[in-house]
């Protein structure tokens, strides 16, 4: 998958996310300059298409920061009845 282009606010350039998904034994990843990591289904354009349509509501659940971990969270959802997770670190350059 191709790598967006960067977000700039002004002089500003907005923080860099890796998004890796982890749905049954398969791991996608994408990433993405945003504002904040918790707003924005980035992670969904890295599944395949096939995955993608099965995911009703990509907004659904709230990304929970990862104890002990800085810069990093987690959503979780079923999809088809198996776990899909949504890992986010803030990813510094």
């Known amino acids: 998958m ?8 002004g002089d ?5 996310y890796t998004h890796v998904v982890a749905y049954k034994g398969e ?7 945003r504002s904040n990591p918790k707003g924005f289904p980035d992670w969904i354009e890295a599944l395949p298409p096939s995955l993608r349509k099965k995911v009703l509501n990509p907004y659904h659940g709230v990304f929970a920061a990862v ?4 810069g990093v969270w ?7 009845g198996s776990e899909l ?5 803030q990813t510094d350059e």
């Open 2 to 9: 191709a790598a967006r282009p960067p977000t700039e606010a």
């Open 12 to 16: 500003c350039q907005m923080p860099l």
């Open 27 to 33: 791991t996608y990843i994408a990433q993405a300059r």
């Open 67 to 70: 104890p002990n971990r800085h």
């Open 74 to 80: 987690q959503h979780r959802l079923t999809v088809d």
């Open 85 to 89: 997770i949504v890992t986010v670190v």
